[in-house]
Every structure is written in C-alpha cells, then in structure tokens.
C-alpha cells in the first residue's frame, strides 16, 4: 500500500489520518490526548495505539508528515510603524503563517511597551515599519530598543529594505530571518516571504521548545504550525489543480480547542459602488480568535456571547449552563456524556463560529460626505462566496453539523456584516484538510482528491452520522 500518515500534534488532542494515496481515502484515524506540558511522545504513542486498534496492522508509511498547534500554537508579537499599515500588513503575515497573535504594537516602542512584550511570552516577533525608503527612523528605533531589551525570542525583519543592513547590525542574534517588506510601497501588500519566514522559524525553533522533537522517530518532519497546514489545504480546494477544478471562493470554519479559525480565499473586493477604506485584504487570509476556544477559552465564548443566552440556544437553565461551564473549564479534557452537556457543547460551537465569522468577514457603514451619503467598506466582502465548509473536532463529531455550520451565514439582523449569503455548506466528514495541507507539498494531486472526496454536503434534510473520532 502506498500510504501517508498525516500528524497534527494539537493543544488538546494528536490526532493522526492514515491515507491510502492510491486510493484517495482515509484508512484510518487514531488520536490520544496532547501531553505537551510532560512527554509528547506519550501522547503520540497513545494516537498510534488507537490508529491500529481502529485500522488493523499499520502499513509501511511513505510519508509521515506533522503539524502542530500544542499549547496554543505559535505565540507571536508584530511592531510596525502606523498601525493601520505596516502594523496591519505584519498582523496579516503573522496570522497566515498559521500564528497565535498575543500582541500588536505601533509607532516608537516605550519602555512599557518593551514591558508589556516580555509578559506576553511571545515564542517570534515580526519587525516592519516603514515602506521602501520611506521612514527608516522608526524602525531602526525599535530594532535598538529590542536588542537593549529582556526579549529572548528570535526576531524576523519585515520593514524598510533600506534600513535592513543597520537593523540587522542593531539586532544581532535576535536577528533570525531578514526578508522581504510586508509593505514595499503604500497601500501594497507583500506578505508571503514573512509569512515563509516565520513558518521556517517555527520548524528551526519552536518544534523544539514545545518538545515535539522529543517524538521525532515518530515522524518525517514537522512540516507547519496546524492553521497554517488548514490554510494551505483551503487554497488547495479554491484553486485546484491543472486538471482538476478546485471549488473557487471559499470560507473554511475551524472550532478548536483553543482557537476559532476561520480562512477565506477570496478577493472580496467592494460591490458596485461601494468605496474601500483601509488596506487591501489579502486574498488567503486567516484570523484566529484566541478567545474562542472549545475547551481553553470556553469562558470567553461564553462572555463574548453571554451566558443567558449559550443556556437559551442549549435549552438549560442560566444556573446549570454556569455548573457546565466551570466543569469544562476545569477539565479541558472533558468530552459531553449525556444530552445535556452535548447540547451545551453545541451551543458553544455555535456562538463561537457566529462571532469567529462576524470578526473575520469585512463590513459596510454609511459615511456622509459633502457630496451625499457613501458605502464604505471595511475589509473582505465575503457575501458572494458560494461553498462554506466546517472542519475540525467540533463539527466532526456533532450529531448536528449543520445547525453550527449555519452561524457563518449572513444575519438579516445585522445587514452590515459581510458574511456569506446562500453558499452550500460543506463538511470535511473526516478532518482532512489539515492532511490535504501537508501533504500537497509532497503529493499535491493526491492532497487534492483526497480533500475534494472527504467532504459532504450538509442539508436541512440530512443528518450527520459520526463514524470518526476527530
């Protein structure tokens, strides 16, 4: 058999996808609690005991490819030089490389900003700051405050070619990655060699301050951070293949454990008539919201949303959704067992897909000029995107995929958010697409079959039946 296993070492679960790349189809999944704060190895032995249950004898794997979100992904700080630009631009790059973002800064870093990045713990920072040959004082200021500074984190320098060789002078051996300006010109985005930087830090770093290398006899490599293999098997889907059509514009919905995100590739340019205010959006784009996570922020899910009504959508009284809540906080382990737990675990999935896709998707205001009113638009119109499709455990494993899917869609409620009309909705039955992402770097054909024959199409009439763990 030819065969590929496909590892996502996650902050609460490895899950592991054994994959037939003749056949395009899963053989088998396996998965065991992420024992990253101890010995990850366990927690990957515990997967692969499981995958063999569940499959029989393993096969000989060809390839044996990784990614990781353990412990919250990649914890990651960007500086830029006006927050609206070059700020912006390094957000961008940095969500894309698959990053959790704890923190944005702008302008001259101050003392207390220098303080405020220490506490946030950040594993990478992204440096940029001025457009090519533009402002290089700004830039080349924070370059010295952070060589002067307690961070201990590798630096990548994003900013003012122009004032990259004094950067690097200043930085010293912070300095791990120089490429190119997020911004080489104003208005301009340029993001993917920082974004290829920074994954190449997280693979050079990171996989051994989270001790994942600890298992490396387990596995070929540890390709990407987990959002960023989503993002790349996203792409994969939208644009397909020569020869093989992909789905065109799309939304990917992703409910984690410690994280909601949410990808689009999509240009999301304004309708007709409709002027655009603030940077172009990049046409693959990810934000993650760590503030919705399914078991390590549950409370925040439950804040942003409001308690009364997560009890409401679950059919609970206030006082025992409150009761639920604190258990699954106490214990990010915990799975529903019985009907109401699983009601209320649904009912946080759903108010963490709504808010996740009303953060993502841009928005419309009506601004009044000397001239008459004007549609402004903010970020990606995402209305016209025709397939939506729902990965990741929460969706997997839901008796009723479709009820929570359905929160991405436009609200008539709140008109002026940009969020899909009347797409088809989609799920990826069998927690693939992060698979397809890593393995479109070896097989890219395989990845995309694969991708395109694990998803199904949700209906008001169709239930979902669990078949997998995810």
């Given at each position: ?45 515990a997967a692969l005991a499981d995958l063999e249950r569940r499959c029989g ?50 302008y001259r870093l101050t003392p207390a900003d220098l303080e405020r990045i ?205 009761a639920l809540l604190a258990e699954v906080s106490a214990d990010i382990g ?137």
């Amino acid at each position: 058999m030819n065969a590929a296993l496909l590892i996502d070492f996650g902050s609460t679960y490895t899950k592991l996808r054994a994959v037939d790349l003749g056949e395009r189809r899963v053989i088998g999944a396996g998965q065991g609690p992420s024992t990253v704060t101890s010995d990850i190895l366990l927690g990957m032995k515990a997967a692969l005991a499981d995958l063999e249950r569940r499959c029989g004898a393993l096969p000989h794997f060809r390839y044996r490819l990784a990614s990781s979100s353990a412990a919250g992904g990649l914890r990651m700080v960007t500086v830029g030089l006006v927050r609206e630009l070059t700020a912006e631009a390094a957000r961008q790059a940095a969500l894309g490389a698959g990053a959790r973002l704890v923190g944005t800064f702008a302008y001259r870093l101050t003392p207390a900003d220098l303080e405020r990045i220490a506490q946030l713990r950040p594993d990478i920072l992204l440096l940029a700051g001025g457009t090519d040959g533009g402002n290089a004082a700004v830039v080349l200021h924070n370059a010295a405050a952070l060589a002067a500074g307690a961070l201990e984190c590798p630096v990548v320098y994003a900013g003012n070619r122009e004032a990259a060789d004094e950067a690097r002078a200043l930085l010293g051996e912070k300095l791990i990655a120089c490429t190119e300006n997020v911004m080489p010109e104003f208005n301009v985005l340029n993001i993917e060699p920082a974004r290829a930087a920074i994954r190449r830090v997280f693979i050079d770093r990171i996989v051994h301050a989270k001790g994942i290398d600890r298992a490396a006899a387990e596995f070929d490599a540890v390709l990407m951070p987990t959002p960023a293999a989503v993002l790349e098997g996203a792409r994969l889907l939208a644009d397909g293949l020569p020869g093989t059509r992909g789905l065109g514009d799309l939304l990917v919905v992703d409910p984690g454990g410690a994280t909601t995100d949410v990808h689009s590739v999509a240009a999301g340019e304004p309708a007709a008539g409709v002027v655009r205010q603030g940077l172009p959006e990049p046409r693959v784009k990810r934000t993650v919201e760590g503030d919705l996570g399914m078991r390590h922020n549950a409370a925040a899910i439950a804040s942003a949303a409001g308690l009364d009504a997560i009890a409401r959508d679950a059919g609970l009284d206030p006082e025992r959704a409150g009761a639920l809540l604190a258990e699954v906080s106490a214990d990010i382990g915990r799975l529903p067992a019985n009907a109401e737990e699983t009601a209320f675990d649904q009912a946080l999935a759903r108010a963490a897909v709504r808010i996740a896709v009303e953060r993502h998707c841009g928005r419309t205001e009506i601004v009044y000029t000397a001239t008459g009113p004007v549609t402004v638009q903010h970020g990606k119109d995402l209305t016209r995107v025709a397939t939506v499709i729902g990965t990741g455990g929460a969706l997997v494993a839901s008796a009723a995929p479709r009820a929570v899917l359905a929160m991405a869609l436009a609200d008539p409620a709140n008109p002026f958010a940009l969020r899909p009309r009347a797409p088809r909705l989609l799920l990826d039955r069998e927690y693939v697409l992060y698979a397809c992402g890593l393995l479109q770097s070896v097989e890219p054909q395989a990845a995309l079959e694969l991708a395109l024959g694990n998803l199904s199409e949700l209906d008001q009439d169709t239930a979902h039946e669990r078949t997998r763990h995810a």
